[in-house]
T-cell receptor, first 115, second 113 residues
Framework: AQKVTQAQTEISVVEKEDVTLDCVYE???????LFWYKQPPSGELVFLIR??????QNEISGRYSWNFQKSTSSFNFTITASQVVDSAVYFC????????????FGPGTRLSVLP | DTGVSQDPRHKITKRGQNVTFRCDPI?????LYWYRQTLGQGPEFLTY????????KSRLLSDRFSAERPKGSFSTLEIQRTEQGDSAMYLC???????????FGQGTRLTVV
């Protein structure tokens, strides 16, 4: 069965600190997709990134970077030089290509960036 | 294209009443999803459409919940005989096979009193 675990319930950092959000997943499929979403206080889920299971190349986008490691079933998200606007709940999600199309979300990590 | 649109944004209803929510996906997105989110939790899958066909339905979805997507365009989610436990944010999302990431609407917040 598919499962996503985000062990960190809440994280608080001071502005300009780096912070890493952990995500560990379980899947029965050989082809799957991993995602990160941001949910700011306004409530709308905002798509950040998708990773395909066959592409382990790490990615950097501005202050955001993602580390995908199949060997440990992890897909961690790092924010460099955090800003107050990064304060939100961040969700990791998994979708299996061959066992249905629904997305399974982790419980989320609430990030608070203090000025 | 204005993204996924949901209506209404907020709904307050008395226990026992029926409610219906509407979702308009991103045009040309053939996949449509309904999720439910309660406070402090991640979104929980309810059902999935590919075009007009409802292909997946969560086992958690009781018989009081029904969803439709006539003609493969907009979708409706109806809850009959609402209960207080139905109070939640109901989220709609859409995607395509080529771009499997789901784009979410702003949600409909349901409060059952």
């Amino acid at each position: 069965a598919q499962k996503v675990t985000q062990a960190q319930t809440e994280i608080s950092v001071v502005e300009k600190e780096d912070v890493t959000l952990d995500c560990v997943y379980e899947t029965r499929d050989t082809t799957y997709y991993l995602f990160w979403y941001k949910q700011p206080p306004s409530g709308e889920l905002v798509f950040l990134i998708r990773r395909n299971s066959f592409d382990e190349q790490n990615e950097i986008s501005g202050r955001y970077s993602w580390n995908f490691q199949k060997s440990t079933s992890s897909f961690n998200f790092t924010i460099t030089a955090s800003q107050v606007v990064d304060s939100a709940v961040y969700f990791c999600a998994l979708s299996e290509a061959n066992y249905g199309q629904n997305f399974v979300f982790g419980p989320g990590t609430r990030l608070s960036v203090l000025p | 294209d204005t993204g996924v649109s949901q209506d209404p944004r907020h709904k307050i209803t008395k226990r026992g009443q029926n409610v219906t929510f509407r979702c308009d996906p991103i045009s040309e997105h053939n996949r449509l999803y309904w999720y439910r989110q309660t406070l402090g939790q991640g979104p929980e899958f309810l059902t999935y459409f590919q075009n007009e066909a409802q292909l997946e339905k969560s086992r958690l979805l009781s018989d009081r919940f029904s969803a439709e997507r006539p003609k493969g365009s907009f979708s409706t989610l109806e809850i009959q005989r609402t209960e207080q436990g139905d109070s939640a944010m109901y989220l709609c999302a859409s995607s395509t096979r080529q771009t499997p990431e789901a784009f979410f609407g702003q949600g409909t917040r349901l409060t059952v009193v």
